[in-house]
């Protein structure tokens, strides 16, 4: 059975800084890209960032990029995301998903595996 629990969510003031990670189990982890979503209340899940299954190709969505960088250790079955400067608009639950593919996935219909999402709140 394939689980992704996240962890490291939590509440940090605007400016701030938080990890999250994500650990894999019942999968072999580098076969797969990985990539973290968002979905604030009232909203569509939205893709975040993604990184390739080896780790050498990162993609991000425009309104993230120079703030958050996503990173994996695949000795580790973890995927992270370090996500710097956060401003009140990156309130969201933060979800990791596993999509079996060679490529960057940046669409939520590539990703085969999600995990349960942990809540992430920027004050101002």
């Known amino acids: 059975q394939v689980q992704l629990v996240e962890s490291g969510g939590g509440l940090v003031q605007a400016g701030g800084s938080l990890r999250l990670s994500c650990a894999g189990s019942?999968?072999?982890?580098?076969?797969?890209?990985m990539g973290w979503f968002r979905q604030a209340p009232g909203k569509e899940r939205e893709f975040v960032a993604a990184?390739?299954?080896?780790?050498?190709?990162?993609y991000y969505t425009d309104s993230v990029k120079g703030r958050f960088t996503i990173s994996r250790d695949n000795a580790k079955n973890t995927v992270y995301l370090q996500m710097n400067s956060l401003k009140p608009e990156d309130t969201a639950v933060y979800y990791c998903?596993?999509?079996?593919?060679?490529?960057?996935?940046?669409?939520?219909?590539?990703?085969?595996?999600w995990g349960q999402g942990t809540q992430v709140t920027v004050s101002s």
């Open positions: 019942g999968l072999t982890f580098s076969f797969y890209g």
């Open positions: 990184i390739k299954w080896d780790g050498g190709t990162t």
């Open positions: 998903a596993a999509a079996r593919t060679t490529s960057v996935p940046t669409m939520l219909r590539e990703y085969h595996y």
